[in-house]
């Protein structure tokens, strides 16, 4: 059972679902509460068949996207090695789900994205940066190791040698240099175009797209019996026929 809390909360608009980190005093921080609540909440989203997309943002406009792990309660725990671990198993946790949901995943950033929030972003199938934003990943400034998880998240985006960059120093990079190195997809002041286009195509194509993705990224190279039947069964369903029908009588296709 997740700790209930009031800093993180669902919104469903028809096909779109948006995530919400609503904690702005404390600069969109997580605290433990805050990591044992996003799993659920991710899980609502991934299993309501009419959602297509989903977007995780800040709850208040031009506030920091997430500043990263709530320092002063590390400190309070920073001599209780059951909590520690605890907390430590509950990032892991949200990494994990985030980076292999069931539905394409967008980060919309406004402000500052560090750390444990930089991680949450990397996590997502695509990034949005306004252009005031900054990133960063800055454990190098506080003695403490990134998780091995979410450097590989970063290396698979930037290369090994931008993320020994962003990793040693913890210098925070701004909308146009994480755009330059690829740590960010876009440069937007809104994320409305992005989702119109995940929409207008095929919601089953984009799924499996994603899960071939990550089989790439997690070292596969080659077909087995279950991506060959992914390939082959995609003719027979009902996008297929949409799509080629659309293709055919020069329109729009319309997918369920």
Excluded at 44 to 57: H, K, Y
Excluded at 67 to 84: P, T
Excluded at 125 to 141: E, F, Y
Excluded at 228 to 248: K, N, P, W, Y
Aim: contains cysteine; glycine residues 8%; proline residues 5%.
């Amino acid at each position: 059972m997740s700790a209930p809390t009031s800093h993180l909360r669902l919104e469903k608009d028809g096909p779109v679902a948006r995530l919400l980190i609503d904690r702005a005093d404390k600069r969109n921080a997580f605290n433990m509460a805050m990591w044992e609540a996003f799993p659920p909440l991710l899980a609502d989203a991934v299993a309501d068949p009419a959602i297509r997309v989903l977007e995780l943002r800040s709850a208040t406009p031009d506030s920091a996207f997430c500043a990263g792990a709530d320092i002063k309660e590390l400190l309070a725990n920073k001599d209780n090695a059951s909590w520690r671990a605890a907390n430590q198993a509950e990032i892991n946790r949200v990494q994990l789900e985030l980076t292999r949901a069931n539905l394409p995943t967008i980060a919309f950033i406004e402000g500052d994205c560090v750390g444990g929030g930089c991680g949450l972003a990397m996590a997502c199938d695509m990034r949005v940066a306004t252009p005031t934003a900054r990133l960063g990943i800055t454990p190098a400034k506080l003695g403490l190791v990134y998780p091995l998880h979410d450097v590989k998240l970063l290396v698979d985006l930037v290369g090994p040698g931008q993320a020994k960059r962003m990793l040693y120093t913890g210098e925070l990079l701004d909308a146009e240099e994480a755009h330059r190195i690829g740590l960010v997809e876009f440069i937007a002041e809104d994320s409305g175009f992005l989702i119109e286009q995940l929409l207008a195509a095929s919601s089953y194509s984009a799924r499996h797209s994603k899960r071939f993705i990550r089989r790439v990224l997690d070292g596969q190279s080659e077909d087995d019996a279950d991506t060959l039947g992914i390939f082959g069964a995609a003719f027979t369903r009902e996008d297929f026929a949409e799509g080629t029908a659309a293709f055919v009588e020069k329109r729009k296709p319309r997918f369920r």
